[in-house]
């Protein structure tokens, strides 16, 4: 199972198409009887096939929630916090902020 954050304006249709997966998939993994209505900020549970293929080229989104910090989040993605902050702009790593969106290379 991988987790995603959902960026303001994504659809689950788009999210779906990047992880390899349907909306039908992700819809039943999460509970979400509308695929209408998610929000930026939701974390969704991305079901995988038997194999588990990697995001699709394009950089995931991830919005700072209240207490993160970048390590956490690099943690939570796999990545170094040096690759997120370069992908960001970031120059002090000690500075995120809530609501912030970062890009996850």
């Not at 991305?46 to 929630?65: D, E």
């Not at 993160?68 to 939570?76: D, K, S, V």
């Amino acid at each position: 199972v991988r987790y995603h954050v959902v960026c303001p304006g994504e659809t689950l249709t788009r999210i779906a198409w990047r992880y390899g997966t349907t909306v039908g998939a992700i819809a039943a993994a999460n509970g979400i009887w509308n695929p209408d209505c998610i929000y930026a900020g939701q974390v969704l549970r991305i079901p995988c096939p038997t194999w588990c293929p990697g995001p699709r080229p394009h950089p995931a989104c991830h919005v700072v929630r209240w207490g993160e910090t970048l390590f956490g989040i690099a943690r939570m993605y796999g990545t170094s916090v040096w690759a997120i902050a370069r992908a960001n702009g970031i120059c002090n790593i000690n500075y995120i902020r809530a609501g912030q969106c970062l890009v996850i290379p």
